[in-house]
């Protein structure tokens, strides 16, 4: 359950981060002004969701079930608040 915490939290951080910076960055005029944030977020969700999955696997492969478990939720976390974020951000 530590490694939970401490897995999940620093993933949240990152996609906070990146959050931040996408909306930082998005200045697109008129009717298309969320239209960057998202694609931004879509893209980067992505990413990390399949960094995640990628070490997920690593994880249980090399038997440590607890990490591979921690990574797999992390994973499903930064998914789903990754794609709310996406698209209620998107919208302000």
Known sequence: MNALKKIGGINLIILLAYSILARLIDNQPGQYKGLGFMMFMVVFVALHVLVNL????FHFVRKNRE???AYLLSAILVLVIGFSA????GTL
């Open 54 to 57: 990628v070490i997920c696997l």
């Open 86 to 89: 996406c698209l209620g951000l």
């Open 67 to 69: 990490l591979g478990k």
